[in-house]
Nanobody, 123 residues
């Protein structure tokens, strides 16, 4: 079965950095758009970033543009989210997702989801 397993979350001070990883199995990774979403307590899940199957196209939420970078390694079936200049408002559970090639910022277009990893940014 398809599994997406996130790692790399943790506690960091404001201004710090974290790198999230999402290892995929059970699917032909290079055929899928990969996305990162996040959900803070009491809020709806929101789009963070997405990357096309080849890695040639990337998409970001305005709130993270210039601070976060999404990348992928199709040889390792892994997608990454480098998060720099973290802010307390970035605190959330971060989820990776796999979807068809037309997937972008809409969570409803993604087929598979990981269990999430907690990111906490202290002020």
């Amino acid at each position: 079965q398809v599994q997406l397993v996130e790692s790399g979350g943790g506690l960091v001070q404001a201004g710090g950095s974290l790198r999230l990883s999402c290892a995929a199995s059970g699917l032909t990774f290079s055929r899928y758009t990969m996305g990162w979403f996040r959900q803070a307590p009491g809020k709806e899940r929101e789009f963070v970033a997405a990357i096309s199957w080849s890695g040639g196209m990337t998409y970001y939420a305005d709130s993270v543009k210039g601070r976060f970078t999404i990348s992928r390694d199709n040889a390792k079936n892994t997608v990454y989210l480098q998060m720099n200049s973290l802010k307390p408002e970035d605190t959330a559970v971060y989820y990776c997702a796999a979807g068809p090639r037309y997937s972008r910022s809409s969570s409803g277009t993604y087929d598979y989801w990981g269990q999430g990893t907690q990111v906490t940014v202290s002020s």
